[in-house]
């Protein structure tokens, strides 16, 4: 099973402070838009993404068709196809994608230790 790009989604107190640490560490500002309070930063191949007063916990999160350039793939498993793999393996979702839909979509889980993951395709 092919998830997709991934990324740690971060919740963030002061989007500037953490951006500027990150910095330090090598990250990048490579998307985003800080007026709006996100910012995705990339350091080499790693992806992390800085949220303020977005969610209340840090997420797992997987891009379906997206490579770590945020480049659309041109072979990739739908989202929906995911889901249903999930759910036959008797995974349980918090949100489900609609599967009669085509093109962006998403659902969210968690993992048994509470830890929230986002399956989020955008092509």
């Known amino acids: 099973m092919k998830l997709g790009n991934f990324s740690v989604?971060?919740?963030?107190?002061?989007?500037?402070?953490?951006?500027?640490f990150y910095e330090k560490l090598g990250f990048k500002v490579f998307g985003g838009d800080q007026s709006q309070n996100w910012l995705i930063m990339k350091n080499d191949e790693h992806v992390i993404g800085l949220f303020q007063g977005?969610?209340?916990?840090?997420?797992?999160?997987?891009?379906p068709g997206w490579n770590n350039e945020a480049q659309p793939?041109?072979?990739?498993?739908?989202?929906?196809?995911?889901?249903?793999?999930?759910?036959?393996?008797?995974?349980?979702?918090?949100?489900?994608?609609?599967e009669s839909s085509s093109g962006p979509?998403?659902?969210?889980?968690?993992?048994?230790?509470?830890n929230t993951i986002l399956i989020d395709q955008h092509v």
Request: glycine letters at 4%; a negative charge.
């Open 73 to 98: 793939l041109d072979e990739f498993t739908d989202i929906r196809e995911l889901q249903r793999q999930l759910k036959e393996h008797g995974i349980e979702f918090m949100s489900e994608a609609d």
């Open 54 to 63: 977005m969610f209340e916990n840090n997420i797992l999160t997987f891009n």
């Open 9 to 20: 989604s971060l919740s963030v107190k002061d989007i500037e402070v953490s951006k500027v």
């Open 105 to 114: 979509a998403s659902c969210m889980l968690t993992d048994p230790d509470g």
